[in-house]
């Protein structure tokens, strides 16, 4: 048993347990809970009732005291959060403030995080873009990291289980780098944004613009009216809840499916200490839980455990799971626990005015943007560094409104406002390299107040991520002087990572014990009934948004474990 003089007391018994319950979690526990597991979900933060917990969800901007500004004094305490674009008056409520849990900062790292039911997928930007083989095979083909143990081909139908219970909106584009998958129907892209898609397309025989893929329910199928989500109105004003359950998160779908079931706990406030290694019985047996306002612990009991807690949280909590048979954390013979630490490079942005369209606007709304995959070192090695990015892309017209005027003159003014110019506006997704100096630890001294160790950040760029950045500014230059857009600006932000909010790795899958944690099943190769699902197993990170991946991993993990597994009593 593990090396720490704290009273547990045996509680509950459970087929399987679930760490998290953000976007992974809130997987794992509908897929075990489906397939019969009696499932414990446990969750360190609040309940958040989709609907019930959403308390800005139908504000109007005038209800809000500081007009969705937040407000100096909180800018000011959280350095850190407020940097987060989606940090706002109406959405706070949902974001880790610094002070409330502290971690080890070795290296500048800007931590994003949401501690409650649902965790990051309530605020989340909803873009779901697939991999390819462009993706799995980088490692092998550029001699990085080790090879992914497996391929396309392996999550493929699990990309499309996924989406169609999330719900994805999307054309098929029919690029080999960005596989098309179930989708529902697209939303369009704008004059401006369609003129670049043709000049670009015609220009580059390797470059494409399209609408990005989003989680929205723009056309609902029947497996999302039985989750009780509808249609998606267009309000972009996501990170609050929606209240039609329009954009998915766990809340409104997997949570209380999980739960209707039957078959699944949720335990808020439980904070999840660490794994309990058996020596004798060569397992996991359960977790050790501090209530986290009683402060008690707490053991529950299980025959297969998934770690959701987000990439960060996972790390270390298996750190933590300290054994005689495991001294440095479970299943960490190799000493690679933590290390080859990943997250995209944001930090460079191309922007831009374009004098076309004069007599067209963009007024009304859609919940997503353009979207420029990979080209970059795609199809072989091209330039002075590895991989490659994405980009974002958005045109829309700028608009001078005239406040002026009381009654009437100001209801005329704000109806008739000045259109300028269009603006134009791209930012970088670059894939960044797993290296074993970029980590993810535990500090030797210092404890929360649960009496669990604080987590060290140790993560930095390096040469690739600086030519990247400078290629992404010239290569977006010169496409945006092409087209014949204007006035054009670039900018290197040079913000410490973690703004991404994609942090991954530490406890890679692949294909060896000896140089992996995690085999092609997200099985940890040394504690067999354990299984890691979100960001922490990614072997590399490439360059799309990786929650549709987390999630698609998670259900086929789920699949296997449960057809494979044994079902043992502890
Ligand atoms: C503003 C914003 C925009 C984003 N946009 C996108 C996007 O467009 N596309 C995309 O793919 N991704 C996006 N992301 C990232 C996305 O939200 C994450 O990839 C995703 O939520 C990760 O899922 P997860 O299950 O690993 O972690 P989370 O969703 O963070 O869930 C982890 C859960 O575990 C709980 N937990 C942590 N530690 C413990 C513990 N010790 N015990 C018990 N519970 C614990 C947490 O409280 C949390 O509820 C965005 C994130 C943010 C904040
Ligand atoms: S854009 Fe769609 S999902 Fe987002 S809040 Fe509006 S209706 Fe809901």
Redesign the pocket.
């Known amino acids: 048993m593990a090396n720490f003089n704290i009273d547990s007391t045996k509680e509950n018994t459970y087929d399987a347990i679930v760490?998290?319950?953000?976007?992974?979690?809130?997987w794992a526990a509908k897929e075990l809970a489906d397939k019969g597991l009696k499932t414990l979900i446990?969750?360190?933060?609040r309940d958040v009732k989709h609907n019930v917990d959403y308390p800005t969800t139908n504000m109007m901007p005038w209800e809000f005291k500081h007009r969705m500004q937040v407000p100096q004094e909180i800018v000011e305490e959280n350095p850190i959060v407020s940097k987060?674009?989606?940090f706002r008056e109406d959405s706070m409520h949902f974001?880790v403030k610094d002070k409330e849990h502290p971690y080890v900062q070795e290296k500048p790292f800007d931590w994003?995080?949401?501690?409650?039911?649902?965790?990051?997928?309530i605020?989340?930007?909803?873009?779901?873009q697939r991999w390819s083989d462009f993706d799995f095979e980088g490692p092998a083909r550029d001699g990085f990291a080790v090879d992914w143990p497996i391929r396309y081909k392996d999550i493929a139908p699990w990309y499309s289980y996924v989406e169609k219970f999330v719900g994805i909106a999307g054309f098929k584009d029919g690029l080999p780098n960005l596989p098309d998958g179930e989708f529902l129907p697209g939303y369009d892209l704008n004059c401006v944004e369609g003129y670049f898609k043709e000049k670009v397309e015609s220009t580059y025989k390797d470059r494409n613009i399209i609408s990005a893929r989003?989680a929205h329910l723009s056309e609902p199928q029947p497996i999302h009216l039985e989750q009780g989500r509808g249609q998606c109105m267009n309000r972009t004003l996501c990170?609050r809840g929606c209240p039609f359950g329009g954009y998915f998160n766990?809340n409104s779908s997997t949570i209380p499916w999980a739960l209707k079931t039957g078959n699944a706990t949720l335990r808020p406030f439980?904070?999840?200490?660490s794994l309990i290694y058996d020596d004798v019985k060569e397992k996991v047996t359960g977790v050790r839980?501090v209530d986290s306002e009683s402060k008690e612990m707490i053991e529950y009991y299980a025959s297969i455990v998934f770690v959701?807690?987000?990439?960060l949280?996972?790390n270390?909590?298996l750190l933590n799971s300290t054994s005689n048979r495991f001294p440095n954390g479970l299943g960490n013979d190799n000493g690679l626990l933590g290390k080859y630490a990943a997250f995209h490079n944001y930090r460079a942005r191309v922007s831009g005015r374009y004098d076309g369209f004069p007599d067209t606007t963009s007024l009304g709304r859609r919940p997503t943007s353009g979207y420029i995959p990979r080209f970059r070192n795609v199809y072989k090695q091209e330039t002075n560094f590895l991989r490659g990015y994405a980009a974002g892309f958005s045109a829309g017209r700028q608009v001078d409104r005239n406040y002026d005027g009381v009654g009437e003159s100001l209801k005329s003014n704000l109806l008739n406002p000045e259109w300028g110019g269009w603006r134009v506006g791209s930012h970088m997704m670059g894939e960044t390299i797993p290296k074993e100096s970029n980590y993810w630890g535990i500090d030797p001294t210092q404890k929360d107040e649960w009496g669990?160790p604080l987590l060290k950040v140790n993560v930095d760029y390096d040469d690739n991520d600086e030519k990247m950045v400078a290629d992404y500014i010239e290569q977006l230059t010169e496409m945006f002087t092409m087209a014949g857009f204007t006035d054009i600006q670039s900018n290197d932000s040079k913000q410490a990572p973690g703004l991404d909010?994609?942090e991954m790795g530490g406890v890679r899958m692949g294909k060896d014990p000896k140089t992996s944690l995690l085999d092609k099943w997200n099985r940890m190769h040394l504690a067999k009934n354990v299984f890691v699902t979100?960001?922490?197993c990614m072997t590399s990170t490439s360059t799309?948004?990786?929650?549709?991946t987390?999630m698609a991993l998670t259900a086929r993990a789920v699949d296997f474990a449960v057809k494979e597994m044994p079902k043992e009593t502890t």
């Open positions: 760490i998290g319950s953000g976007m992974s979690g809130g446990l969750e360190r933060g987060c674009y989606n974001f994003i995080r949401g501690y409650q039911v649902g965790g990051k997928s605020m989340w930007a909803r873009q779901t989003c990170q766990s439980s904070v999840v200490h839980v959701n807690a987000g990439a949280n996972t270390l909590i669990i909010i994609h979100d960001g922490a799309q948004n990786p929650s549709l987390y």
